[in-house]
């Protein structure tokens, strides 16, 4: 009977353990997809035109990605050693091999956002912010985003 | 009786061995005669980004795209390859070669020295180019930095080391047919058809291959996993870009962003840096070319990732 309940209990944590690491793993998703929403969903489509310019909707995006990625070194400090279930995009397992040079790929777009900051007033100004942002994004995913479909 | 079944088993070993030299030996274009070529640099330049040349061999970890050193690792089920340097230096680079070393190299996969290259150098697209794109993107190769060092021997095990070898994966998965015009297509079209198949080289990542690296023809264009390791390089063909228009395609060729308001990442936010510079109306052939691909099902990606 004792032997059982250590053979339930040991995987009711194991189970446990699994679920913690999924949970690891949407939370860095969610972080991310939140910088998406800012940096694509707003200033993407208002430099496309898609929606109109509006200053207040801008300067939010741009407070929440300086918030969002102030927190990136910190959510990803843990490896979850697993994808979000049916994701298209996932972590590449090299941020944790290089986990320095991961987070040295932060300070440059916290950098490109202060050097925007409360300066946007137009599409134009908008688009050359949105550029400049956006090509530090990339070079961090270039390494350490990895396409899963 | 045993002599004679020893001397059958010789001569056949023989002749195996025969028709593997042949077989193997690395093909040339004839360089004599070859029509002289006045140069477009402009058009060499195209050729280079459409190419994706600086991907490879631009130095890596400096900013630089056009400082072609070279050294960057390619990894491969096969082993890890270095990508040469070819800028115009004299003794590391491409500085002494001729016309006809260059056209060998880039069409026919033959080094100067007469030796086969590994196909991680796409050949097996740029086979595809026109002769006048090839010396152009030489002539504008020339122009560029001369950077001076060898980049390291590849590391690749026994028996891919055998370059000898590699005539024969020619011989089974080169098929040496020019890209013919579709005369019943638009000039966009077939401009796009060669960008793609040429240059561009897409399939060489996109499309699945078998035990012996070489291109399941059935499933070009159709995704297969990333040669590199994690991940998976998507479908082209329609079955996945149905919902691409021609001109999300070419806007994302040109900026990397998806129609779905994401932004590339992997190796092809190594290929955006080249199609981005490439000219309007070559992105938008391109993009044409690929939304003609019609639907075909590839292999099937991992469905959860866990890492080891």
Known sequence: ?149 | MLQRTSLVALLAAVAVAGVYWWLSAPVVAAAANAPAHVPDLANGEVMFNAGGCASCHAVPNQPDRLRLGGGVAIKSPFGTFYAPNISPDPNDGIGKWTDADFVNAVMHGVSPAGQHYFPAFPYTSYQHARREDVLDLFAYLKTLPAVAGKVRDHDVGFPFDIRRNIGIWKFLFMDGKPLVADGSKSPQWNRGAYLVNSFGHCAECHSPRNALGGIITGQRFAGAPNPEGEGWVPNITQKRLGEWSAKDLANFLKTGELPDGDSVGGAMTRVIKNTSQLPDQDLAAMAEYLKSLPPVDGPTPPKRKQAS
């Open chain 1, 1 to 149: 009977m004792k032997r059982m309940m250590i053979v339930a209990g040991s995987l009711l944590l194991g189970a446990g353990a699994v679920m913690a690491q999924q949970e690891i793993a949407v939370q860095q998703d969610n972080l991310m997809r939140s910088q998406a929403k800012s940096l694509y969903t707003v200033i993407q489509k208002m430099t496309k035109g898609d929606i109109p310019y509006n200053q207040k909707a801008v300067d939010e995006a741009i407070a929440n990605l300086e918030a969002d990625v102030a927190k990136i070194a910190k959510t990803f400090e843990v490896n979850p050693k697993q994808d979000v279930v049916d994701a298209t995009y996932g972590s590449s397992q090299k941020v944790w091999q290089n986990k320095a040079d991961f987070d040295s790929k932060i300070p440059p777009v916290q950098k490109a956002i202060a050097a925007v900051k409360g300066k946007i007033k137009d599409v134009a100004s908008l688009k050359a912010a949105y550029t400049s942002i956006n090509d530090r994004c990339a070079d961090c995913h270039e390494t350490y985003r990895v396409k899963l479909k």
